[in-house]
């Protein structure tokens, strides 16, 4: 048979893992610093930065490498543009 002495030293060890448990949570799950996230921003940004220029590159030789597809697109814009203009 367990004695009450056995199971208030079971209860008092559950607590403490219990207790060390919930600090290990709210450590793992404490907010981010703004330096952190002030970074984050930062990187996002200079990727799109990045993407912007690639595809202005790409748009820039476009009118060498394919110019039937640049024609034809700089006629649509004209057209949706003239469309638009018509309300």
Same mark, same amino acid.
């Given at each position: 048979?367990?004695? @009450?002495? #056995?199971?208030?030293a079971e209860v008092a060890d559950l607590r403490r893992q219990l207790a060390e448990q919930t600090a290990a949570t709210k450590q793992a799950a404490a907010p981010e610093t703004h330096g952190?996230?002030?970074?984050k921003i930062? #990187?996002?940004?200079?990727?799109?930065?990045? =993407?912007? #220029?690639?595809?202005?590159?790409e748009l820039e030789d476009l009118? =060498? @490498?394919?110019?039937i597809l640049f024609a034809v697109g700089i006629f649509a814009i004209g057209y949706l543009l003239g469309r638009s203009g018509r309300s």
């Open positions: 048979m367990v004695t @009450k002495a #056995e199971l208030e952190s996230m002030a970074d930062a #990187e996002n940004i200079d990727d799109w930065a990045g =993407q912007l #220029e690639e595809a202005l590159n009118p =060498q @490498k394919r110019p």
